[in-house]
C-alpha cells in the first residue's frame, strides 16, 4: 500500500471523524451503511428481499420470519487494501413465534498519524513544517437487536434498535437508533422489501461534548426469481434504492432539494451448490462475487475493486444453517 493511498484515506476517516473538533455529524452513520456481509456486496449492496443467512438482522428484519431455520454468520473484510478491517457476526433464532436476532459490526482503522507543526502556532512567513506526533486508531462499533413477525401470507414486518459506539484517540461516542422494515411477496417469483433506517435520527454524543446526528433514508428494493431450464439454473435479478437526507449532494447520483439518491443492481446464478453474482451501486462501482453451499454452510467471498485510488475490497463471510 502506497503512502499518499494511505494518507488519501486517513484523511477522509478524519473528516468523518470531525466531530471532535466542530460537532459536525455529516458522515456519522457511514461505518454502518457499508455492505457487511460478502454477498450483498457483491450484489450491489441495496438488499432487502432475499438472504440465504441470518445477515437479514441487520439488512431487513421483515425477511426473518421466511426462514425456519437458526443460523449464524460470521464476516472479515480488508477495505481500500487493508487499511479499513471490518467484522461482521450475526444469529438468527425464532421465539415464541417471533423470529428475533443479534448482530454486531466493528470497524477498525490502525496506524492514523497525528501530527503537530514545528511551533506551536503558525506564523505567516516562516517555514512551518508539520511533524508527526505518534498515532492512534478509530474504533467504530454498533450492536443491532432485531425482531420480525408475519402480519400475513403476503407481508411481512420487523424493527430494529441499534446501539452505537466509537472511538477516536482519548474520547468517545455512544448512542441509540431505531429502524423499521417491511417485506412483500407478490408471488413465488417477485418481492419488495422496504426500510425506514433511523428512522427517529440516531444520535452519537462524545465526551467532548459534541453531538453527531444520523439523518434518516429510505431504501426500497425488489427481486425477481427465475430459472433457465436449459442450464438447469436459477437466476434472481436484484435491484434497489436508498433516498438520504444529509446533503450527499455533490457526491450523489442525483439530488432533489437536501435528498439524494443511490441506484444500486445485481445479478445471482445458482447452479446446483454454486453460486456467481455481479452487482453495481451507483455511490461507488461495480462488485463481483461467488459462494459454495454445502450441508447448512456458506461461505462467500466478494471483490469490489479500486474507487478514487482507495485500493481494492475483499470480503470473506462463512455463514451456517440449522434446525
Known amino acids: 500500500m502506497t503512502d499518499s493511498l494511505k494518507n488519501k484515506f486517513l484523511t477522509f476517516t478524519l473528516l468523518s471523524t470531525s466531530v471532535l473538533l466542530f460537532g459536525s455529524g455529516k458522515y456519522a452513520g457511514e461505518f454502518i451503511s457499508g455492505g457487511v456481509d460478502a454477498r450483498s456486496l457483491s450484489l450491489g449492496n441495496i438488499i432487502l428481499t432475499s438472504f440465504e443467512n441470518p445477515s437479514a438482522v441487520y439488512f431487513n428484519p421483515a425477511f426473518l420470519p421466511e426462514t425456519d431455520f437458526d443460523g449464524v454468520i460470521l464476516s472479515h473484510s480488508e477495505r481500500f487494501e487493508g ?7 450475526a444469529y438468527k433464532t425464532r421465539y415464541s413465534g417471533i423470529d428475533i436476532g443479534a448482530a454486531l459490526i466493528w470497524i477498525n482503522i490502525d496506524g492514523i498519524t497525528l501530527t503537530k507543526l514545528e511551533n506551536e502556532q503558525e506564523i505567516p512567513g516562516e517555514d512551518n513544517r508539520i511533524l508527526p506526533d505518534g498515532s492512534v486508531s478509530d474504533n467504530e462499533f454498533a450492536f443491532f437487536l432485531s425482531l420480525g413477525k408475519k402480519y400475513n401470507d403476503k407481508m411481512n414486518w420487523g424493527a430494529g434498535v441499534k446501539f452505537l459506539y466509537k472511538t477516536f484517540e482519548e474520547e468517545s461516542a455512544a448512542g441509540l437508533g431505531f429502524d423499521v422494515s417491511g417485506l412483500y411477496k407478490f408471488n413465488d417469483k417477485i418481492l419488495a422489501g422496504l426500510k425506514l433506517q433511523d428512522v427517529t435520527t440516531s444520535a452519537l454524543f462524545w465526551t467532548t461534548g459534541t453531538n453527531e446526528f444520523v439523518s434518516p433514508s429510505v431504501l426500497f428494493s425488489a427481486e425477481y426469481n427465475g430459472r433457465i431450464n436449459y442450464f438447469l439454473t436459477d437466476y434472481k435479478i436484484i435491484g434497489g434504492t436508498k433516498i438520504r437526507t444529509e446533503n450527499y449532494k455533490e457526491y450523489s447520483l442525483a439530488s432533489i432539494g437536501f435528498a439524494d439518491v443511490v441506484l444500486s443492481a445485481g445479478l445471482e446464478l445458482k447452479y446446483n451448490f454454486i453460486f456467481l453474482r455481479g452487482g453495481y451501486n451507483s455511490d461507488d462501482t461495480w462488485s463481483a462475487g461467488s459462494g459454495l453451499a454445502y450441508s447448512g454452510f456458506l ?12 485500493g481494492n475490497t475483499h470480503k470473506l463471510s462463512l455463514s451456517y444453517m440449522w434446525k
Open 299 to 310: 461461505l462467500d467471498y466478494a471483490f469490489k475493486p479500486d474507487f478514487e485510488d482507495l
Open 83 to 89: 487499511i479499513v478491517q471490518q467484522e461482521f457476526a
